[in-house]
């Protein structure tokens, strides 16, 4: 009893402050966003929202009292229910907006994808922290392994955005878990290099005056696949070469092969797997004004929105953008954009700190743990904060793509809100216990 | 390798402390940039926010014009009308019941109607929602007198189509609808929005997209409330006209194989053999296509669909009949390609043969044909010879692969939508189907073209093509060409497309001609076909379909028969069973031949021809 007691007493109020002061926000914009212009209020979900809140922070508490040493053990049986439940869910699931991601009851229903974020990150913490004398190389590829499976269930659904959480999640654990940073360099050189390709035919079609002669070589057939060819070619000759006589030059040139096809490759399975509307949000991602009326909408009104709000903002309830319905989907996606409007800079500046300092708590948190399982759990949860802040404020801003990614504590909804409170609860506990032996 | 992690211990410290000055720059980053939108540029959002915003009006594009093969008058023509939309935000609550019944009362519609269009949901919505559709001038300009009392309501232009042939026509052109959810989901990514009028039957259908053109758009700039405001010249992208569309159809022939079926069950083809070109195409009954358009369309469709007589379906393309002894052209083919029975060996017909423990009478009973060759027996359609020679010579599977050779059970790929492909039976089939082993007696029913064999008049028509084109069939359709809705200058034109192309030699083609004439100088319909003005040849088919004294009646045929193949046409009339018996195909195409030949009008022909006594004067039945 005395060790229960004296969790709550250990625990971390800075986050817990953060979150509560988060989640305020989020509801009061849930239902400013519920008001019409007239001042009539048409929505009932800022109600929920306090429900889920309410339930989520139960959940949190919960998650606060087992010991890690205690569950660190389940973690392969909770990641393999949860893919069993994706696999469920991306059959016989509920299909809302498009993709095939609920389960549920009646009306109540709750995302498992969310959920199995948190199950991965456990069972990767596990890995990672049991696998420490292998080599860095065949770690990497186990993890992969690992999100591989659920992201792929997930991009089935089908579900872009959230599939793409688990690369971020990925990084921050194997890089706290001592990787060679080669790899972890490799990933976010390919990721990048990946979206550029990706975005460059787009760029050249619908921004650029006039196209280029020479960037056709990078995207059509058959010339993209004689680039890639005489890539891998170099790529077989430098790795020839290192292993012949294990100069550095013969490895780095070889890596950058290696960057460089891999990118092509998954750019032009990119083009054939993303839809139409996809393809179109990456157009206005680089310009919003080709399409003002239909894709670059959400994006022009959005920036209109939290430009329109100044340092101060336009009072609570006050934001013409959103009671006008320019602003769509402003109680999930692009709830910081009726935030920055109503509450001007003064205010997106307080969430955006509320964030940093979530993040810079999980930061001080890993440092001090000795346990490495625990210290993962706390990066991997770190960085799935990390991501959907940086994606969600950054399309709200004009500056990321649309991907229908949710702005944690903040947007309406109750599975995400679940998701990310359980794992908060998780990163209170150890952070609570990390003296004790 | 593991070079990088020399200090195990300190590394992951240093790496969190990366991860911290990560998320450290995201958040200035991040903050400058907010700080850069909403304090440096504020103000221009501000003024955007605050005054205008742009919004844009769509302009519909003028629907392409339908026109006969002569590119004289059009058949289909636009005409004004409009819409009248409500932005549903615009209403204030306390006066919606008052404004609703109102706009029900001018408009025509019924109130629970208009409740239907603009739920509860929408109440709060900017976006306007149409409520009625073809609205008449007079209409519109009554809201517009008194706009103080409708408020929230606005109207645009919205051309209604008008079909200005109204009769056998409409099969083949069609009509247009406001889109379905349904037809929305599959045709998105070509364009199509909510909204939409589109394609639903015939040409209409078919060409929806080079008919629709693209619609126009005009930007105008209006405060947050809606308002128009005034900032010079509004953008406006004008509206591209759909083409016009030329169609092969021949509207005179058109009309006088209309009145030549008259009010009859059935269809008629007629068609150009060396292009493939249609140059009428009759289904009766027919519909009025402008009854979907304007007020209580719902109501005339519903009745349209529920009519016995299935008007909606083009019986040329949409139903199938079995040939009956129209299919003995296909086994007199196989005979002489294949050699399989002498021509001129004469089989004796005595009015009946026993097969099995089943008696099969010819059509003629005692004391039956006589003796009959090939030629005699076709001419005079023996059941005997063809069921003897069809059995015991030729056989099944050589009767089937004639069958496919001219093109049966085969979509002819016309370019109206929901062609069906008939059906030719085999052994294979029948077993899979019944599990009956196939018999001689149903060798005998495939060879005089009755039991399970189906085909469409259309694929008759086109049996009736390759024989006078020595194998080659092209393509049936019925574009022309289409033209530049502004300049008429020809777009695109239709040629001639080979679909088939068959190995059956140029002999037996002509020897099957030589045949075919006989039908019609010595043979069964060398009464009915007693026109002057041309040479005809073909084959009668009288199909049983289990009515004691009704039948289908098939009449395929074409003319001149000794002529160039540039001047023939093929005419293929059936008339279904449901009819009173009159054995009517024959003269119905003996009347299309002679006022097509001697350039007649309907009632000229049947005047000349002496039928006069058989068709009453009639006006035509809309």
Redesign the interface.
Known sequence: MSSLKKTFTDVDLAIIGAVLALMVIGILSIYSAGV??EG?L?SKEYVKQIAWAALGLVLMALATLPDHQRYRDYSVFVYAAFLLILAYTRFFGRVVNGARSWIGVGEFGIQPSEFAKIATILVLAQYLSASEHE???RRLVVSFGIILLPVGLILSQPDFGTSLVFFPILI?MI????L???YILFILLSGLLTFAFTVLPLWEEYILPAPTKFLFLFYRAPYAYYLAGATLLILALAAWGYVSYKKSYYFWIAYACLVFAGSLGASMLAHKVLK?YQIMRLIVFMDPSID??GSGWNILQS?????????FGKGFLQG??SH???LPQQSTDFIFSII?EEW??AG??VV??L??LI??RC??I??SLRDRYA?LVV?GV?GMI?FH??IN??MA?G?MPITGIPLFFLSYGGSSLWAVLLAVGLVLGISARRYRS | ??H??AN?EA???R??????L???A??LV??A???Y???V??N???N???TI??Q?RIIPAQRGEIYDRDYQLPLVLNTDSFAVDLVP?GLPAARRDEVFERLAQTLGIPLEELRRRVPPAYY???QPIEIAGAVGYGTVAKIAERLDEFPGVSWHAKPVRNYLETGSLSQVIGYVGDITKDELKLLY?QGYQSGDVIGKAGIEKQYDLVLRGKDGREYRVVD??GKSVDSGPSTVVPPTMGSNVVLTIDSRLQRIAEKALGQRMGSVVVLKPATGEVLALVSYPWYNPNLFTGLGAGNAYARLLADPNTPLINRTIQSSYPPASTFKTVLTAGILEEDAFPPDKKVLCQGAVTYGDRVFNCHIKRPGHGWLDLEGALAQSCDIYFWQVGRDNLGVERIVTYAKEFGFGKLTGIDLPGEIEGFVPTPQWKERRFHEKWLGGDTMNLAIGQGYTLVTPLQVADMMAMIVNDGVVYRPHVLKELRDPASGAVIRRVEPETILRSRISRETFAELRRDLRSVVTSGTVRFPMSTKAVEVAGKTGTAEVGLKDRWHSWFASYGPASGPVEDMIVVVVMVEASNAWEWWAPYASNIIYQAAFANQSYDEAVDSLGLRYLVPRQERQE
């Open positions: 019409t212009a009539v048409v080599s860095s190389m921050f890089f706290v878990a001592g060679d940073r080669r139409e003002p009326r920036i209109t929105a939290i430009g329109s709000g100044g340092m013409t953008q006008y319905r320019y920055a001007g800079f997106g500046f955006f700190a964030f940093y993040q810079r930061a001080a890993i440092v210290s990066a770190m990390f802040f940086l404020a950054g801003m500056i | 390798m593991n990088s992690s195990p590394s992951p410290k790496r969190t402390e990366l991860l911290a990560a998320s450290l995201l958040f991040y903050s940039y907010l700080f939108l909403q304090v540029k504020g221009e959002y501000r955007k926010a605050t915003a742009r844009s935000a709060h919505l900017y990514n947050v409330r």
